[in-house]
């Protein structure tokens, strides 16, 4: 009777060891699992951390690179040899209205040719859509206010910064280009002129307060960045398409909507 009581309280301290061992594995495995978690989620936050000071770095560089071709309305009329006055184009109100923004780079461009900082004008934005069209409507502007229509050339598939400033290069062969626009973009447009090979300077067309100009100095972060790796990595333009003469007359930019821009 001894030998099965002794036997049964054997088992029984068997038994209670291998729950406790089994208690002991399993309270290991969800401290494993939040160790790995959390090693991921550090990670993560590093990774995050690291991209976003990187960015920074790059708004910053790009920013003074660019601000150092800001020049006064004044300055711009003084210098030489100027190919051509680049408008970069804004949002349009339904109606063929300019919204401010792009009314006020339309009357710095105009005051710039009518001053004589260059002969010629281009006025690059989104005609991408048959029902949306930015450059007419500047083009219309300019021709209201006295810029003689063969003076001023559409850029039709200058559908961004990037786009615009490329295809004045490569598509109409301006050499030096004044840029106008808001000095918020104007940075950007001025960096990436001078990492193409573009000699270019940029006028401040900031001629009023704009509404959500906050959200918009936020996007031009990630604007400069990515027009950064744009230049850097040569990134090609939606459309090029045939070399368009800034000695010629800008009439022959006036063909209607065309996917083919």
């Not at 100095?217 to 960045?225: M, Q």
């Amino acid at each position: 009777m001894k030998k099965t009581k002794d036997k049964k309280e054997k088992g029984g301290k068997q038994q209670k060891a291998a729950e406790r061992k089994a208690r002991k594995s399993s309270d290991k495995k969800p401290r494993k699992a939040s160790r790995v978690i959390f090693t991921i989620l550090a990670v993560l936050l590093a990774l995050v951390l690291t991209l976003g000071i990187a960015g920074l770095i790059i708004n910053s560089y790009v920013k003074k690179k660019g601000g150092e071709r800001i020049v006064s309305a004044e300055e711009a009329c003084a210098l030489k040899d100027v190919d051509c006055i680049i408008v970069l184009g804004c949002s349009v109100r339904p109606g063929g209205v300019p919204s401010d923004m792009l009314r006020d780079r339309l009357t710095v461009g105009v005051d710039l040719y009518k001053g004589g900082a260059s002969p010629k004008m281009i006025m690059s934005g989104d005609h991408g859509n048959v029902d949306y069209d930015e450059v007419n409507v500047m083009k219309r502007f300019a021709k209201d206010a006295g810029v003689p229509s063969e003076d001023v050339f559409m850029d039709h598939a200058g559908f961004s910064t990037y786009e615009s400033v490329v295809r004045a290069k490569e598509i109409f062969g301006a050499k030096k280009v004044i840029i106008v626009t808001q000095k918020y973009h104007l940075y950007r447009a001025l960096y990436i002129a001078q990492a193409i090979g573009l000699e270019a300077y940029g006028v401040d067309a900031e001629l009023n307060r704009y509404y959500g100009q906050t959200m918009r100095d936020l996007r031009e972060i990630a604007g400069r960045n990515k027009d950064f790796f744009g230049c850097l990595f040569n990134v090609p333009t939606t459309y090029m398409g045939e070399k368009i003469p800034l000695d010629g007359s800008g009439d022959v930019t006036n063909d209607e909507y065309t996917d083919t821009y």
